[in-house]
C-alpha cells in the first residue's frame, strides 16, 4: 500500500510520519532510499533520522533504518487504552468460540481500515492478519463496511484516495460502479462479504458496530478458508455475526 502524504503547519513532523510510514509499508530501508524514495532534502532527512534514533522510533542495523521499540510501546498504549476494544474483546472470543472463525474488531484510521482486535481461530490454517494491518476498501469485507455506513460524500473521498483500486485476486472488483452497486447491497442487507477478493482460498464476513444515532464506530469480521464454513447454514453464520455486532453495539453505546 502506499505511503500516504499528509501537509500541515509543522513541515518536519509531516516528514517524520512520511519516514514512518515509508518503512512501516516497505521494510527497513538505507538512507538514500528513504530521501530519494520520499523525494526529500538529504541534509535535513539525515537530521530528522538521527533524530529518529535518539528517540528510538527508528533503530539501525548496518545501513538500513527499521521502526524503533518506541513506536510499539506507544502503539501499546494507545490501543489498551482504546475503550471499545474492551467492549468488543468478550464478544469476538464468543463468536470465534461460536464459529471456530478468526474473528477481527476494526476502526478507520484516518484513511485506512486497521485491525484493533484479532481473535485466532484454532483452524490450523493461519490467516494472515495482525494488530494494525491497514485493509483495502474494494477487497476486503471490513472494508466495505467503512465505504458502505459511511456518509456518501466520505465514501466518495475515501475511493479517491485509493483509486486506481487495487486488484488482489480475480474476484477484486475494481470497477467503481460496480463496487457502489455492492455498496448498497451491503447497506440494505447490514453486512458485507469478502469472496476470496483480498485473498485466494479465504472467505470473510463483517458488519458495523453503531453507535445510537445509527452513525458508524467500527466493524467487526470473521474469516477463515471455505472448509471452515461447512459447519453450519451461512445464514446461521450471518445472524452470529449481526447478533455479535448488535451487542458490541449496544455496550459502546452506553
Known amino acids: 500500500m502506499s505511503t500516504t502524504t499528509v501537509k500541515t503547519a509543522t513541515p518536519?513532523?509531516?516528514?517524520?510520519?512520511?519516514?514512518?510510514?515509508?518503512?512501516?509499508?516497505?521494510?527497513?530501508?538505507?538512507?538514500?532510499?528513504?530521501y530519494q524514495s520520499l523525494a526529500l532534502p538529504k541534509s535535513s532527512t539525515s537530521t530528522l533520522l538521527n533524530s529518529m534514533l535518539a528517540h528510538k522510533l527508528l533503530r539501525q542495523d548496518h545501513d538500513k533504518f527499521d521502526l524503533g521499540l518506541r513506536l510499539y510501546e506507544?502503539?501499546?498504549?494507545?490501543?489498551?487504552?482504546?475503550?471499545?476494544?474492551?467492549?468488543?474483546?468478550?464478544?469476538?472470543?464468543?463468536?470465534?468460540?461460536?464459529?471456530?472463525?478468526?474473528?477481527?474488531?476494526g476502526i478507520l484510521e484516518g484513511t485506512n481500515p486497521v485491525y484493533l482486535l484479532k481473535i485466532e481461530s484454532s483452524y490450523p490454517v493461519i490467516i494472515n492478519s495482525w494488530i494494525g494491518k491497514r485493509l483495502s476498501f474494494n477487497s476486503s469485507a471490513l472494508g466495505k463496511i467503512f465505504l458502505s455506513f459511511s456518509p456518501e460524500q466520505k465514501t466518495r473521498e475515501l475511493l479517491a484516495l485509493q483509486q486506481p483500486l487495487p486488484k488482489f485476486t480475480p474476484n477484486t472488483i475494481t470497477d467503481d460502479k460496480l463496487l457502489f452497486e455492492q455498496i448498497k447491497e451491503i447497506k440494505d442487507r447490514g453486512y458485507a462479504i469478502d469472496d476470496e477478493e483480498d485473498a485466494k482460498g479465504i472467505f470473510c464476513l463483517a458488519a458495523p458496530i453503531l453507535n445510537r444515532k445509527g452513525e458508524l464506530l467500527a466493524a467487526i469480521s470473521m474469516s477463515g478458508v471455505l472448509a471452515q464454513y461447512d459447519k453450519m447454514p451461512m445464514e446461521k453464520f450471518v445472524e452470529r455475526l449481526k447478533e455479535a455486532a448488535a451487542a458490541i453495539s449496544l455496550k459502546a453505546s452506553d
Open 12 to 34: 518536519a513532523l509531516d516528514k517524520i510520519m512520511l519516514i514512518i510510514d515509508f518503512i512501516a509499508h516497505n521494510g527497513p530501508q538505507t538512507f538514500s532510499t528513504i
Open 74 to 105: 506507544i502503539g501499546s498504549y494507545a490501543f489498551a487504552h482504546f475503550d471499545i476494544k474492551e467492549f468488543a474483546l468478550p464478544v469476538l472470543k464468543k463468536l470465534r468460540d461460536d464459529t471456530d472463525l478468526t474473528c477481527h474488531l
